[in-house]
């Protein structure tokens, strides 16, 4: 046995900052195995099964052997079918070379920090953020540079803010509508404001649409990529299977971008991870060739969304001491809490302990002064814990 003590860990593996967001899920789930009755807003995943022509495709997939290395951006046939649906979906026109497909969406957007970003430069995230992109600039050796918008401004970025946070160094924008945290959407005039800074300072912009489906108050999502000419030509978009289609599980996400950068996004993914599983892009490939089930699968799903929307809306806002913006996209609340002057962290902890409500603490996403609420669960815990919550804040105020 050598007595001397292991070198330290990297610089990579000593500054990430742990999930917060899968850590408070932990904590519910272990008070939930010793027979508590927790109400959870800490999810992350729609609460849906994946559809089953989609399972049935990848189980035949399996069967007939498909269980071989394939080409690492992807299968001939998947990647023709998602540039079809960025020409069906947005009048985006794509050649299949410039799609993609990663092990999730998560990774699509590693990829395009990777691609684009070397040490030292400067990533600018609109706050609050979801939690993995600073994580991931950091990763690049970048530097993230958050600029808040809270939801005096409906949490969306405006062009100034982006404007007096850039400098020579600023290499990449991430912007994320609809957004995890938030679930507001960006409107296309919001978007193209915003866009024009990054044209005018040449940047890259990474475009994470992986709730583009995900929108209510019959709102469509724009693709950042087809503002215009300039936009496509900097933008990389990042979506995937996990959201739309309930597929959290099978790792399967898009990357859609200018040439040259989906060559290098796929020789990074050919050393970092290869092909993402094969028999799982089959299954993908059955959500957008099977469109008639698919959109009937969706359909249900965000019926199911909007209805609980509305309700954990309403008895948000019948709470004295909340606010809370009305978000039109993904399956998140965003109330602010700050009223109560407790920190979001202490206002989380203290809630789990004392009313058994799960919920992510504002901080975590760069907005103190906020909880996040996921609705992808029951109705009936969304009404027993928005009654549990409601009582907590009571005792606060008292
Ligand atoms: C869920 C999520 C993703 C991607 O998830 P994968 O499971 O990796 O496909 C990407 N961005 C945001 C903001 C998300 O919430």
């Known amino acids: ?24 899920d932990a904590k519910a789930k272990a008070l939930m195995a010793a027979g508590e009755d927790v109400c959870s807003f800490a999810a992350g995943e729609p609460d849906f099964d994946t559809p089953q022509h989609i399972k ?89 540079k958050a600029v808040l918008a809270t939801d005096k401004t409906g949490f969306k970025l405006k062009p100034e803010q982006l404007e007096a946070a850039v400098n020579s160094r600023t290499r990449l924008l991430i912007l994320n509508s609809p957004s995890n945290p ?30 583009e489906n995900l929108v209510y108050d019959g709102l469509t999502s724009t693709c950042l990529a087809t503002l215009n000419s300039e936009a496509q030509a900097r933008t990389i978009v990042a979506s995937g299977f996990s959201k739309t289609y309930s597929m959290t599980g099978w790792r399967l996400g ?54 609980r929307r509305r309700m954990l809306h309403g008895a948000l806002c019948a709470i004295p001491g909340v606010t809370c913006v009305l978000a039109q996209g993904a399956f998140y609340l965003f109330p602010n809490i700050s009223s109560f002057g407790l920190s979001s962290m202490e206002f989380c902890e203290r809630l789990l302990e004392k009313e058994k409500v799960a919920a992510v603490p504002g901080s975590a996403f760069g907005a103190e002064g906020y909880l996040r609420l996921s609705y992808a669960t ?14 907590f804040c009571k005792g606060l105020k008292a």
């Open 1 to 24: 046995m050598s007595s001397a003590p292991l070198p330290a860990l990297s610089t990579w593996a000593r500054n990430l900052a742990p999930s917060p967001t899968l850590a408070v």
């Open 254 to 307: 898009t990357l859609v971008a200018p040439p040259q950068i989906a060559k290098a996004a796929a020789e990074l993914q050919s050393q970092m991870s290869s092909n993402a599983t094969s028999f799982a892009q089959y299954g993908a490939l059955a959500a957008l060739r099977e469109r008639e089930k698919t959109r009937a699968s969706l359909a249900k799903m965000l019926a199911a969304f909007d209805r």
């Open 378 to 391: 029951s109705d009936e815990i969304i009404t027993k814990g928005a009654a549990r919550l409601a009582k």
């Open 56 to 144: 049935d495709a990848c189980a035949s997939a399996l069967q007939a052997g498909k269980t071989k290395y394939v080409p690492t951006p992807g299968i001939e046939d998947l990647r023709k079918a998602i540039a079809e649906s960025y020409a069906g979906t947005y009048g985006l026109k794509i050649s299949p070379s410039q799609v993609v497909v990663s092990p999730g969406g998560k990774f699509s957007c590693y990829l395009a920090i990777m691609a684009t970003c070397s040490p030292g430069d400067e990533v600018v995230i609109p706050a609050p953020y979801w939690v993995s992109y600073p994580e991931m600039a950091k990763l690049a050796g970048a530097v993230p």
């Open 182 to 211: 938030t679930g507001v959407v960006y409107t296309r005039l919001e978007l193209e404001a915003v866009m024009d800074v990054a044209v005018r300072n040449n940047l890259y912009v990474l475009s994470d649409e992986i709730y």
